[in-house]
């Protein structure tokens, strides 16, 4: 009986845990105060990401939809094909030496980008700059956290959070591959707060997936 207590209290816990995050005030936070809840959490996340708790990164990556970003996920699918295309894999010293410069320069502009910081991987490694490369890994790994503990998906008070619609499709891949292939169902929902809902249904296993702030970039 105490056993099934404890499991029972720390399931209760682990549910409190993916459901935290309140887009409404991020949204509040960054657009009316962003000099507080924002850009000195950007520059703390440029140099040592690993101070940042988690409300703070929650505040951070979510909140940068709601600001005016230099550097938008917009602009780097527009270059994708082209600037940034050498370092989607790995690339010879010369070529990330002829990039490296002007990369930095949008990268510092919004390391808030899995896609970007990928690029900046490959780059670094090409120039054997193993801290910039690890720094750009934890950047990563910790937005990716971010996102897997933003919800866990099974409803829509705690669907999994996400900022573009790459990564909408993403979770859906995650669920084709998760189970036993069935008949599949979607569904979208428009929120109140500009944000859109898609719900997923595969047989009988389904994810619910929040894309903040809706479509823009």
């Not at 082209?82 to 990039?99: D, T, V, Y």
């Not at 979208?188 to 903040?212: A, N, T």
């Amino acid at each position: 009986m105490k056993k099934n207590t404890f499991i029972l209290f720390f399931s209760f816990l682990f549910s409190l845990s993916l459901a935290q995050i309140d887009t409404d005030l991020i949204k509040k936070n960054v657009t009316e105060n962003p000099n507080q809840h924002f850009y000195p959490l950007l520059e703390k996340f440029k140099k040592n990401p690993d101070e940042l708790s988690q409300e703070q990164l929650n505040q951070l990556y979510y909140g940068s939809k709601f600001v005016e970003m230099e550097y938008t996920i917009g602009n780097y699918n527009s270059e994708s094909g082209q600037f940034w295309k050498p370092a989607h894999k790995k690339l010879s010293k010369s070529k990330a030496e002829k990039i490296v410069r002007e990369a930095e320069i949008k990268y510092l502009k919004n390391p808030l980008n899995k896609s970007l910081l990928d690029d900046m991987i490959n780059i670094y490694s090409a120039l054997n700059d193993n801290h910039k490369a690890n720094l750009c890994s934890k950047q990563k790994d910790l937005i990716i956290k971010t996102i897997e503990q933003s919800g866990d998906g099974k409803s829509e008070k705690t669907p999994i959070c996400v900022l573009t619609a790459g990564e909408v499709l993403q979770q859906l891949e995650i669920l084709i591959y998760s189970g036993p292939k069935a008949e599949f169902d979607q569904k979208m929902k428009q929120l109140s707060d500009g944000s859109i809902l898609p719900i997923y249904k595969i047989g009988d296993r389904e994810v619910y997936v929040k894309l903040v702030g809706g479509y823009f970039l």
